[in-house]
């Protein structure tokens, strides 16, 4: 897809940004589960009876390798995405950011 859009983007000046999970990087007993649903519970009745308690973060935090001691958002990855989009990520190319949300 990069290669088929590129010509596009040189034109108008456009980024290509790639995202993946950095879960193969890290490891972490809370993300195995992660790795076997990779796109995360939808609810459907199909999931019903797998969802996960509603209370499981209180005790979760306790495990948590981040500061802020709490899960990331999307609004903490998009935010990094919008970035690089911009002019101020203009000289940021061909790196890793990892955006930890756990």
Do not use: W
Request: proline letters at 4%.
């Amino acid at each position: 897809m990069c290669r088929t859009c590129l010509p596009h983007l040189v034109t108008i000046k456009g980024n290509i940004i790639n995202t993946a999970s950095i879960a193969a990087l890290h490891d972490h007993p809370l993300i195995s589960i992660y790795g076997g649903v990779t796109s995360g519970c939808i609810d459907t009745s199909m999931n019903k009876n797998v969802r996960l308690p509603l209370d499981i973060n209180n005790h979760l935090f306790d495990n948590l390798k981040m500061p802020s001691r709490q899960f990331g958002k999307t609004e903490d990855v998009t935010s990094v995405i919008a970035m690089l989009a911009s002019q101020d990520g203009c000289f940021i190319n061909g790196d890793v950011i990892d955006v930890l949300l756990f």
